[in-house]
């Protein structure tokens, strides 16, 4: 499966590690935006089937999702 990161996508990424860094410990933000990144790279590298999103506007463009607990 190709995944694509789009810029939006990758801002909004720099942007929740940040407000992480902000509500807890120095590092946070980087702790999470390195677990988050890494628990895409193996969802996306399994034969896993991901779910197409169920907002419409997301699914007609085949959009998926998936869901993981943070450590």
Known sequence: MKVEVK???RNTLIKT???VEDQNTLGAG???LHATTSE???IVT???SLALCKD???SKFKYRYFTYKDK
Do not use: E, F, G, M
């Open 7 to 9: 810029k939006r996508a």
């Open 17 to 19: 590690a940040a407000w």
């Open 30 to 32: 980087n702790r999470w």
């Open 40 to 42: 895409i790279s193996s």
């Open 46 to 48: 399994s034969n896993v």
């Open 56 to 58: 419409p506007k997301l």
